[in-house]
């Protein structure tokens, strides 16, 4: 195969590889319940830099995998590679896992009086 072929498959695995990528972001921003809007947010972009992320018509950088693995809950390789079918691990609904990482912002006397009041709401149910 010459340069110029060789190049062109490069080029097209290239494309397909972040059509792949954006359809993997898409499809996990909206198991999360999250809009564009949000998650650009959260990555300090904005809505359409991920409407393009998410078509594959913009390259991410690799600098910005990590942040945006972490606003999916995924690793990195998970986001890049895929889940690899499969349930990735039990544990709290998306929904609660969202707030709770949203929990884990706010600053310190917040999260206190939020777990405060989450022990009340539960003993209280404890008791009926």
């Given at each position: 195969m010459d340069t110029e072929k060789a190049w062109i498959v490069f080029m097209e695995d290239n494309e397909k590889f972040f059509e792949v990528l954006g359809s993997r972001i898409a499809g996990r921003r909206k198991e999360l319940h999250l809009t564009q809007e949000e998650l650009g947010q959260t990555l300090k972009?904005?809505?359409?830099?991920?409407?393009?992320?998410?078509?594959?018509?913009?390259?991410?950088?690799?600098?910005r995998l990590p942040a945006l693995a972490e606003a999916l809950s995924l690793t990195v390789e998970e986001l890049v590679h895929g889940?690899?079918?499969?349930?990735?691990?039990?544990?709290?609904s998306s929904k609660f896992q969202r707030q709770f990482e949203l929990l884990s912002r706010l600053p310190r006397n917040e999260q206190e009086f939020v777990g405060k009041f989450l022990e009340n709401i539960l003993q209280k149910a404890a008791v009926s």
């Amino acid at each position: 195969m010459d340069t110029e072929k060789a190049w062109i498959v490069f080029m097209e695995d290239n494309e397909k590889f972040f059509e792949v990528l954006g359809s993997r972001i898409a499809g996990r921003r909206k198991e999360l319940h999250l809009t564009q809007e949000e998650l650009g947010q959260t990555l300090k972009v904005t809505q359409q830099e991920i409407a393009s992320y998410e078509k594959g018509q913009r390259r991410i950088p690799v600098s910005r995998l990590p942040a945006l693995a972490e606003a999916l809950s995924l690793t990195v390789e998970e986001l890049v590679h895929g889940m690899n079918g499969g349930p990735r691990k039990r544990g709290p609904s998306s929904k609660f896992q969202r707030q709770f990482e949203l929990l884990s912002r706010l600053p310190r006397n917040e999260q206190e009086f939020v777990g405060k009041f989450l022990e009340n709401i539960l003993q209280k149910a404890a008791v009926s």
